[in-house]
């Protein structure tokens, strides 16, 4: 049969990856396809510089709607990153006829539903794979693999320079700044590192894959989201101290009330093994009702790790070229017309523990003051660490690890708290997941 012809929009790691793959791997590729892929055209912002991709054979241009509008290409691969001009480029893609494949996390939990709707309208495929956590294949697992399922809850460490940074800290005893800065050397963290330190990125993902999970519309909105520029390396100590590690997790639970979606700085116990996911490795633990626990790991980022998932996308829709619109399987996991409208639930709502950090001044009282407070509001006390007062300025550290509370009653707790005469600086508050067994 005749090859399928693709067009790349955007050659940086990733399109070059792609390259790469297709080439090295092209034979082996076509046996599962059942057909050649060929990319015949590639936008990208210089095409002159030198690349580690042979594009020789390419045709090349700086203007990304002359590889959507070509005739001869059948597949679009969308790997420019952003919403603008991303947006407007897969739309008119869509329009033309043509399928998708992309690695743009923020493209598909922002304008996801816009993008499937019209995908289904004109009866092609979007695929995402490469979109959330680089080469594992979350996306596929959850959709298909476990479709016989009822996923309860999914966790996952999927942003890896808030995850080495976490690391470091633990390891090396260094502060966060110090780290960051070495992560940014190293070109893990961009030189404005919001996304990935402040959590989103990984609440893009998150939000992706509680739609399959759940079968839910995409909610990037509804993601309550912190990231780990507060956590300080006593933290990372104390934690350790109490058995714990402090990862930042993307996480996403089905309740009786509604859908939980949260990232947030986390305390796992150090025996479970997402605690064990270090540098700037990804992982995602899925727990559901049949199957049980199940643990995705592998990289995160990266060309070709990434690029295999493209790739995949890419065999994946050469499949179906000749299926039925009506046979493939539906973008979001679930049929269109069964999504849940059950409600996701506000930050305040959520019960989980908590380990709360408090410098206080070194005098009686201040323990029972802070005990009683607590009790005022329903939450029980499982653990308190107390660091040996410093008698020179009159300060002391405790460390509590609190049962399940309602967020709400916390939030109103730590206010009251912090109304004190006995509080020196704001109490830090890390919450705390067991993640069952596993």
Known sequence: MTPVKIGILGLGTVGCGT???????????????????????????????ERECDCSQIR????????????????????????????????AAIDAGKHVVTANKALIALHGNTIFERAQQKGVMVAFEAAVAGGIPIIKAIREGLAGNQIEWLAGIINGTGNFILTEMRDKGRDFEDVLAEAQALGYAEADPTFDVEGIDAAHKLAILASIA????????????????????????????????????????????????????TLIPERRLIANVDGVMNAVLVNADAVGPTLYY?????????????????????????????????HLAFQPDALSDKPVLDLAEVETSFYLRLRTRDRPGVLADIT????????SIEAILQREPDPERGEATII?????????????????????DHLLTPITRIRMEGLGNH
């Open 400 to 420: 509590m690890l609190t049962h399940t509370v309602c967020e709400g009653a916390m939030n109103e707790a730590i206010t009251a708290l912090e109304a004190l």
């Open 60 to 91: 090349l241009t700086t203007d990304p709607a002359e590889v959507v509008n070509d005739p001869e290409v059948e597949v679009i691969v969308e790997l420019m990153g952003g919403t603008d001009p991303a947006l407007n480029l897969v739309l």
């Open 298 to 330: 592998g990289a995160g980022a990266g060309a070709e790790a990434t690029a295999s998932a493209v790739v995949a996308d890419l065999v994946d829709v050469v499949r179906a070229l000749t299926t039925d619109p009506e046979n493939r399987v539906p």
């Open 19 to 49: 390259v790469n793959v297709l080439a090295r791997n092209g034979t082996e590729i076509a046996r599962r396809a059942g057909r050649d892929i060929q990319v015949v055209a590639a936008a990208a912002r210089d095409i002159n510089r």
């Open 372 to 379: 009683r407070i607590l009790g005022e509001h329903g939450i």
């Open 214 to 265: 759940f079968g839910i519309p995409l909610q990037f909105e509804r993601v309550a989201v912190e990231g780990i520029s507060n956590i300080t390396r006593e933290d990372v100590g104390f934690a350790a101290e109490l058995g714990y590690r402090i990862k930042h997790l993307g996480i996403a639970r089905r309740t009786a009330k509604g859908y939980e979606l949260r990232v947030h700085p």
